[in-house]
Nanobody, 124 residues
């Protein structure tokens, strides 16, 4: 399966962006989906995840209440709605799919497929 992330850009603090992660090659219906980010000089960190239906979600403490993960299995696409963005949210955001059948997970080693990143830059 191939994952294509898009929707990044430059936004002022307090603004919003919606990232998309489109899958191709096979259905993602049975995969958990996750978003991770990596800022310059920092390690990759978990942002959000959801199970196959989107009914179960996980969020990093730093984004809970501001970011929302969702998915549309009819479009084979997952989304990350990011509101009230802060300069510290600046990073390359990557999406990932887990076919382990474990549900939403924040462990990066449980994801089997990764998309290329999309840059999000939040100016102060």
């Amino acid at each position: 399966v191939q994952l294509q992330a898009s929707g990044g850009g430059l936004v002022q603090a307090g603004g919003s962006l919606r990232l998309s992660c489109a899958g191709s090659g096979r259905t993602l219906t049975y995969d958990a989906m996750g978003w991770f980010r990596q800022a310059p000089g920092k390690e990759r960190e978990f942002v959000a995840a959801c199970n196959w239906s989107g009914s179960s979600t996980l969020y990093a403490d730093s984004v809970r209440g501001r970011f929302t993960i969702s998915r549309d299995n009819t479009r084979n696409t997952a989304y990350l709605q990011m509101n009230r963005l802060k300069p510290e949210d600046t990073a390359v955001y990557s999406c990932a799919a887990s076919s382990a059948g474990l549900g939403a997970t924040m462990a990066s080693d449980e994801y089997h497929y990764w998309g290329q990143g999309t840059q999000v830059t939040v100016s102060s």
